[in-house]
Nanobody, 123 residues
C-alpha cells in the first residue's frame, strides 16, 4: 500500500487549497478513506471520511461546511477541497486507508497512512 499526498502549501486566511492523495498497491475502490491532520504540538485529529463509493461522507465539526472530501475511483485518488481557510487549519494533513468499506472517524481503524502534506495558513 502506498499513499502519497500533495497540494499543500501556504495559503492566506480565507483562501482555498485542494489536497490530493494518490493511492496504489490495493483495490482503492473497495475501501473507505480518511483525512487526518496534526497541528504543531497537538494530537492527530480526524478531518473527514468517505465511503468506498463516495456516497457517504463525514466531517469533523471544526471543518464542516468549509471542507469537502471526494474520491475518483477511476484515478485511485482521494481529494480534500479546503475553503475559507483559517490559521487554525495549519497542520500536516495525511490520508489514511480504512480497514473497511464504510467511513470511520477512528484513527485505530486505519491500517495505512501517507506521510502527509503541510498546510500553512498565514497572512
Amino acid at each position: 500500500v502506498q499513499l502519497v499526498e500533495s497540494g499543500g502549501g501556504l495559503a492566506q486566511p480565507g483562501g482555498s487549497l485542494r489536497l490530493s492523495c494518490a493511492a496504489s498497491g490495493f483495490t482503492f475502490s473497495s475501501y473507505a478513506m480518511d483525512w487526518f491532520r496534526q497541528a504543531p504540538g497537538k494530537e492527530r485529529e480526524f478531518v473527514a471520511a468517505i465511503s468506498w463509493s463516495g456516497g457517504s461522507t463525514y466531517y469533523a465539526d471544526s471543518v464542516k461546511g468549509r471542507v469537502t472530501i471526494s474520491r475518483d475511483n477511476a484515478k485511485n485518488t482521494l481529494y480534500l477541497q479546503m475553503n475559507s481557510l483559517k490559521p487554525e487549519d495549519t497542520a500536516l494533513y495525511s490520508c489514511a486507508k480504512s480497514r473497511g468499506m464504510l467511513p470511520s472517524r477512528a484513527e485505530n481503524y486505519m491500517d495505512s497512512w501517507g506521510e502527509g502534506t503541510l498546510v500553512t495558513v498565514s497572512s
